[in-house]
């Protein structure tokens, strides 16, 4: 079994920006929400409406493909680990994301996958996010 992230009340998201600190926080020590590997979105116009993009976990993710230099490793449960080091900074696997999940660091010039640990769903106060098992 594995943990995947899943926004489940997505309705109920209030644009607080708690998971994405959270997220940057806890993994990159940054005091923005910029370094977080998932992403809330102000629907423009509408007021009260936001879009949540989380990394799917793809058994066969589209960023890992794309990556010329071999800098994703695809995961056994799916998903994909960044080895940095091999990195060429070229954008290539967020381009690839057609969900747009996949976040960028502008500063480090490196890609942002999501390891589906919840810390961001635990930091949310109306529960819109969750971590769901699979098998
Ligand atoms: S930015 Fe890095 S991880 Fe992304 S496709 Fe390019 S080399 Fe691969
Ligand atoms: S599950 Fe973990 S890595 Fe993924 S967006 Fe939430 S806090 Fe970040």
């Known amino acids: 079994m594995s943990k995947r992230l899943t926004v489940a ?14 997220c940057s926080r806890t993994f990159r ?3 923005s929400t910029n370094k977080a590997a998932l992403r809330v979105r102000v629907y ?5 409406a936001f879009s949540l993009r ?19 490793v695809v995961q056994p449960q799916g998903g994909v680990r960044l080895e940095k080091e091999r990195c060429i900074s070229c954008g290539a696997c967020v381009r690839a994301c057609v969900l747009k999940a996949l976040q ?18 635990r930091f949310c ?6 971590l769901t098992e699979e098998a």
């Open 125 to 130: 106060p109306n529960n819109v996010l969750t």
């Open 29 to 31: 020590r940054a005091g």
């Open 54 to 72: 989380t990394c799917l976990r793809c058994a066969e993710p589209d960023c890992a493909a794309a990556c010329p230099a071999g800098a994703l």
């Open 9 to 22: 009340n997505r309705d109920q998201c209030v644009g607080c920006f708690s998971c994405m600190y959270a």
């Open 44 to 48: 423009s116009g509408v007021e009260g």
């Open 104 to 121: 960028w660091d502008e500063e480090e010039r490196i890609p942002l996958p999501c390891v589906h640990c919840g810390t961001c769903a």
